[in-house]
């Protein structure tokens, strides 16, 4: 079945190549969430129904047992702190060894970057305040993911928020698995809901009776989750289209193209998960495509990554490395991996879309994924060209302050006035020669 991968080979010398890539990057915009066209839109209704049914716990409860295929009553939603610190008690200690190491790594990068300490001018600044209650969706599906509460909360609690939510889908023997509880309760959250999907972004916009609704919604999900955020956007604040996962990697002859192949295979085992190579090398191509095949047989899900890589992966040959790094920046991958020797960090440089960029061939998506410190919450479906990767200052909000004394009003007075008559605003021109009055 691997032979079929040699479809995923184009070059820049095939006279379709162009459309090709085109088609491509066509058919990868639609997995991040849906847009348009009949089938997306026909989906992109079915979110709208479930966000305008559920309105109760048991709208919930009907909706986690039609998609998840576990009845739960609404008493049975939270997670109790028994439960949470059992899971914490019974983790493996060598594993919880690395947990907290990751989270101090993630702590310390987020602190670092952390923007509400900036002052301000005399005259005028910003007042930073924390989001008080912010929900926080953790996948579920092809493989617990207790990395992404590392990855969403440690920043919200860096930003000083309260109340953290966590949500995931009873994928686990009818609950959550016991290492993602395990992690909240290492960090202090306590409220935990074993519900997830369109339902479970609903309950946190909206609330229900057992759930209070949030002000932000923050975490990486399938097309239904990140619909469901587009669609809840408004009523609360949302961090980006996150997901499904995708990583470009840029490749010349210097980068081993057994390398290249695990690190298309780490996004691909996502299932689903869109793996891409641009490269000027058609040698590098060649070889990292027989070692796909090779590597993938050693797979335990051999089947679904196959089908992953067919229908949303590409290694594209390029002509030289300029064509490939302009093709990058309109791909605006979430996770780009520069694998060029010495030329990666000048590469780098010339990037201006991405989520995260990952330079030299000892930087796979893995090291972000779990330890570096920034979040692996990123943007997905190229709106890396307008969104930025999940971080402490996406849970404060900014408010403007304006502080005049007379003396400095009266220096702007006229200029003000000037402008506001010629807007037809009289009443605000007025405000201002109010003021300028003697006393």
């Known amino acids: 079945m691997s032979g079929e991968l040699d479809k995923i080979l184009i070059s820049y010398q095939e006279p379709d190549f162009k459309e090709k890539l085109r088609k491509f990057l066509h058919s990868k915009?639609?997995?991040?969430?849906?847009g348009?066209?009949?089938?997306?839109?026909?989906?992109?209704?079915?979110?709208?129904?479930?966000?305008?049914?559920?309105?109760?716990?048991?709208?919930v409860a009907r909706y986690t047992e039609k998609f998840d295929g576990v009845k739960l009553t609404p008493e049975q939603f939270r997670v109790s702190h028994a439960?949470?610190?059992?899971?914490?008690?019974?983790?493996?200690?060598?594993l919880m060894r690395s947990i907290r190491q990751a989270i101090k790594n993630v702590r310390k990068y987020q602190e670092e970057i952390f923007i509400a300490n900036k002052k301000a001018n005399e005259h005028t600044?910003?007042?930073?305040a924390p989001i008080k209650r912010v929900g926080v969706c953790v996948p579920g599906g092809s493989a617990p993911l207790p990395s992404t509460v590392i990855m969403c909360a440690v920043p919200a609690q860096v930003a000083g928020v309260k109340e953290i939510v966590v949500v995931s889908p009873p994928r686990y023997k009818?609950?959550?698995?016991?290492?993602?509880?395990a992690v909240c309760y290492e960090l202090k959250i306590d409220e935990v809901y074993r519900i997830g999907?369109?339902?479970?972004?609903?309950?946190?916009?909206?609330?229900?009776?057992?759930?209070?609704?949030?002000?932000?919604?923050?975490?990486?999900?399938?097309?239904?989750?990140?619909?469901?955020?587009?669609?809840?956007?408004?009523?609360?604040?949302?961090?980006?289209?996150?997901?499904?996962?995708?990583?470009?990697?840029?490749?010349?002859d210097k980068a081993n193209p057994a390398?290249?192949?695990?690190?298309?295979?780490?996004?691909?085992?996502?299932?689903?998960?869109?793996?891409?190579?641009?490269?000027?090398?058609?040698?590098?191509?060649?070889?990292?495509?027989?070692?796909?095949?090779?590597?993938?047989?050693?797979?335990?899900?051999?089947?679904?990554?196959?089908?992953?890589?067919?229908?949303?992966?590409?290694?594209?040959?390029?002509?030289?490395?300029?064509?490939?790094?302009?093709?990058?920046?309109?791909?605006?991958?979430?996770?780009?991996?520069?694998?060029?020797?010495?030329?990666?960090?000048?590469?780098?440089?010339?990037?201006?879309?991405?989520?995260?960029?990952?330079?030299?061939?000892?930087?796979?998506?893995?090291v972000g994924d779990?330890?570096?410190?920034?979040?692996?919450?990123?943007?997905?479906?190229?709106?890396?060209?307008?969104?930025?990767?999940?971080?402490?200052?996406?849970f404060i909000k900014s408010t403007s302050i304006i502080e005049y004394d007379r003396q400095t009003l009266a220096k702007s007075a006229a200029d003000i006035i000037r402008l506001a008559e010629a807007e037809g605003l009289d009443a605000h021109a007025k405000s201002i020669k109010i003021r300028q009055v003697p006393i």
């Open 29 to 34: 915009a639609g997995l991040s969430h849906f």
């Open 36 to 59: 348009v066209r009949a089938p997306h839109i026909r989906n992109r209704r079915k979110v709208e129904e479930i966000l305008n049914e559920v309105v109760t716990d048991e709208d």
């Open 83 to 94: 439960d949470l610190q059992k899971a914490r008690e019974e983790i493996d200690t060598d």
């Open 125 to 128: 600044g910003v007042k930073y």
């Open 174 to 181: 009818g609950s959550i698995h016991p290492v993602t509880l």
């Open 197 to 252: 999907g369109a339902q479970a972004i609903a309950a946190l916009a909206y609330g229900t009776q057992s759930i209070l609704k949030v002000d932000k919604i923050v975490g990486p999900g399938n097309q239904w989750v990140q619909t469901a955020k587009q669609l809840v956007f408004g009523t609360v604040g949302i961090d980006s289209i996150a997901g499904p996962s995708e990583v470009l990697i840029i490749a010349n």
């Open 259 to 366: 390398w290249v192949a695990a690190d298309m295979l780490s996004q691909a085992e996502h299932t689903p998960g869109s793996t891409t190579v641009f490269t000027d090398s058609q040698e590098l191509a060649d070889k990292t495509l027989a070692e796909l095949k090779k590597q993938v047989g050693q797979l335990s899900r051999v089947k679904e990554t196959i089908k992953c890589l067919l229908e949303l992966s590409i290694i594209a040959v390029f002509e030289n490395l300029d064509s490939v790094i302009s093709a990058a920046n309109d791909f605006a991958p979430e996770h780009l991996e520069i694998q060029c020797g010495d030329k990666s960090r000048k590469i780098a440089d010339r990037i201006e879309n991405a989520g995260a960029i990952f330079i030299g061939d000892y930087s796979p998506v893995a």
């Open 370 to 394: 779990y330890w570096a410190g920034p979040s692996h919450t990123l943007p997905t479906g190229g709106s890396a060209r307008f969104f930025s990767a999940l971080s402490a200052n996406d």
